[in-house]
């Protein structure tokens, strides 16, 4: 069956610090990928999506790229800010828009 | 567009007391998703349904939940009787089949306390 997996949080930065979420997957067949932002008291946002190999997403100063040889889809942004504190759920889809979620990584960005 | 609405936003209960949460989805949208989110379980998919029509209910804790869609506009999760370990937020989210790999989109959620 299909799954994702994200790096295990919290993750604590100093703002303008470097950010990586890993986000690995099994999938069978060919999966579009997503990355899904969640800030306090709010619902999921999709900040980024990537339906085939090799391209790459991005939106808000994030990025990520699907690399099919490596089952991979990480989350990266240059220097992050305070008000990037969230949970990031990576997720993808294969068929009928049924969605697999990655479990969740809460990132706290401190001044 | 308004987006996916959801109603009500916060609703606490006494156990035994029967719940109705509704959903409407984005206009033309052809699938709706009911989600559960815990501390402890994460973000689970509980049902969802195509042009109206339940497709997979497999996520459905028990037989105290059920879900209905009786037009495109409108959907209800329903716990009868409520418990303490149903107290969660749960999500409705909709999406458009062929769009952008199947992109979901949220509604803000129902906080639900059962005490």
Known sequence: GNSVTQMEGPVTLSE??????????????YPSLFWYVQYPG???QLLLKATKADDKGSNKGFEATYRKETTSFHLEKGSVQVSDSAVYFCALSTSYGKLTFGQGTILTVHP | DAGV????????TEMGQ???????????????????????????LLIYFNNNVPIDDSGMPEDRFSAKMPNASFSTLKIQPSEPRDSA????????????GYEQYFGPGTRLTVT
Not at chain 1, 19 to 28: E, G
Not at chain 2, 27 to 44: C, K, P
Request: charged share 15%.
């Open chain 2, 89 to 100: 937020v749960y999500f409705c989210a909709s999406s458009l089949l062929g769009q952008g």
């Open chain 1, 16 to 29: 303008e610090a470097f950010l990586t979420i890993n986000c690995t997957y099994t999938a069978t067949g």
């Open chain 1, 42 to 44: 709010e619902g999921l």
């Open chain 2, 5 to 12: 609405i959801q109603s009500p936003r916060h609703e606490v």
């Open chain 2, 18 to 44: 029967e719940v109705t949460l509704r959903c409407k989805p984005i206009s033309g949208h052809d699938y709706l998703f009911w989600y559960r989110q815990t501390m402890m379980r994460g973000l689970e």
